[in-house]
């Protein structure tokens, strides 16, 4: 039986599209009961079930992660449904694209609501519950775009590197019971790369020279993202905190 997450649990935003799709079926997958986010309420529903069907525990809850509230009923809900709260996956994101003089001020802001201010909501919330556990542990998913620039994305990646400094600034104010890890990936075969290629002179190339520009020779894939998320939550990883992992096909090594 694969357990590495039995009788845990987790909320996961993003959970109805692309990356937080397959964390959220990994996690299952190791026994851990999941409070899911995201905005499309068919799609949220489709994953609910799916994980259902398979025997596993998962309640999905549609909202939008900008939204303070929502953060608290995330929250509420994962201790209501099952008596406690071990983890966060903070996976929620949008682009935002256009350039500095361009961007709409209100999508500037917007973007920073839905990747920075939605990631610390939900920890302000969830932080008290985890701390009435005797481990707990919070994915961050950030992105190569915190080190790296992209045409027409600098909201994205402003927000993108603000994640980075706000998961290390937790780690060390909840360590040791809660550990708080950074994700950085390169271009994975979600929705999301296909909007961002968008920024792209011809986006259908953008897309397929992100995957041949890896070292990998491929686009990432969701599962790929979700392994390394489902082993940071789990106790195999009982010694990392406060650190930032590129999973990106080998982007960064080139410079
Ligand atoms: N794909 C890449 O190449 C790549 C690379 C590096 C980092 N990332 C990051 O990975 C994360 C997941 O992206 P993905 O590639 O898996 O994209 P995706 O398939 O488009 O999924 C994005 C998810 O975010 C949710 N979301 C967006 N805005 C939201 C809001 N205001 N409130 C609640 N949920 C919201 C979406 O919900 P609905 O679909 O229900 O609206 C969806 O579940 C993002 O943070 C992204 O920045 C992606």
Redesign the pocket.
């Known amino acids: 039986m694969r357990n590495k997450l039995f009788h845990k649990t987790y909320i996961i ?8 799709r397959a964390t959220a079926l990994a996690f299952a997958g190791e026994g851990a009961n999941l409070v899911l ?4 309420y068919l ?2 529903q489709e994953i609910e079930n799916e994980i259902q069907v398979a025997e596993g525990n998962a309640v999905f809850l549609p ?4 939204d303070m509230d929502y953060n608290r009923k995330l929250v509420d809900l994962a201790v209501k449904t099952y008596g406690q709260l071990d983890g966060v996956i903070t ?4 682009l935002g694209l256009g350039s500095i003089t361009e961007v709409d001020p209100e999508l500037w802001h917007k973007t920073f609501s ?2 920075v201010d939605a990631v610390y909501y939900l920890l302000k919330f969830a932080i008290p519950e985890m701390l009435k556990r005797s481990s707990a542990s919070v994915v961050i ?5 915190a080190f790296k620039t992209f045409p027409n994305h600098p909201a994205y990646c402003a927000s ?1 590197a603000a994640l980075v400094a706000l998961a290390k600034q937790a780690a060390v104010e909840y360590g040791p019971t809660i550990r708080i890890n950074t994700i950085c ?4 075969d ?4 296909h ?2 290629a968008v920024a792209f002179p011809d986006p259908a190339k953008a897309v397929e020279n992100a995957g041949q520009n890896t070292l990998l020779k491929r686009l990432g894939q ?1 599962e790929d993202i979700a392994k390394l998320s489902l082993f940071l939550a789990s106790d195999d990883a009982s010694w990392i905190t406060g650190s930032v992992f590129t999973i990106d096909g080998g982007i960064m090594a080139k410079g």
């Open positions: 935003t993003g959970a109805s599209s692309g990356m937080g986010s995201g905005r499309d799609r949220g909202g939008d992660v900008g996976n929620a994101g949008i839905v990747n998913n950030s992105s190569i775009a993108k990936p390169g271009p994975v979600t929705p999301f790369i909007d961002s969701p």
